[in-house]
């Protein structure tokens, strides 16, 4: 609980800079390209309205884009966009693994919908296309 900052005035009511100061702390400032497994964070731009891939640059800047869920965790601006989570545009990317060439892809989806994704195969098999998608 001592993580936690509520608030009344900010677009989310936890502005969550408390529990990303202390992920920031624990990932002591790696960088996504430096991870061991290939790592996307996917935000979405709300200005824009388009996909924005996180593979390169902070792992806790691209962790603190992607899960803020507007009205709970505040969106939070980032190189001029307004970044919230990334499933508000597409509940299951599995577009940015095309590039990556995974052995294995491991995709979830909330939504309990599977007919869009039954059979869908590897990715880079799928046909998967990025319309709409900005790099970070």
């Not at 529990?19 to 935000?43: C, Q, S, W």
């Not at 992607?66 to 980032?78: D, E, F, K, N």
């Amino acid at each position: 609980l001592r993580l936690l900052d509520p608030s009344l005035s900010s677009p989310g009511a936890i502005k969550a800079e408390k529990v990303f100061a202390k992920v920031r702390e624990l990932l002591g400032g790696v960088l996504i390209e430096d991870l061991p497994i290939p790592f996307t964070a996917v935000a979405s731009d709300l200005f824009a309205g388009r996909e924005v891939w996180f593979q390169s640059g902070p792992a806790d800047v691209a962790i603190r884009a992607s899960i803020a869920i507007p009205s709970v965790i505040t969106p939070v601006m980032h190189n001029g966009r307004l970044l919230a989570d990334g499933g508000l545009l597409n509940p299951v990317p599995i577009a940015p693994l095309a590039a990556a060439s995974a052995d294995a892809t491991v995709a979830v989806s909330l939504g309990g919908d599977r007919k869009g994704l039954s059979g869908a195969g590897p990715a880079h098999e799928s046909g998967a296309l990025c319309p709409g998608v900005e790099w970070a």
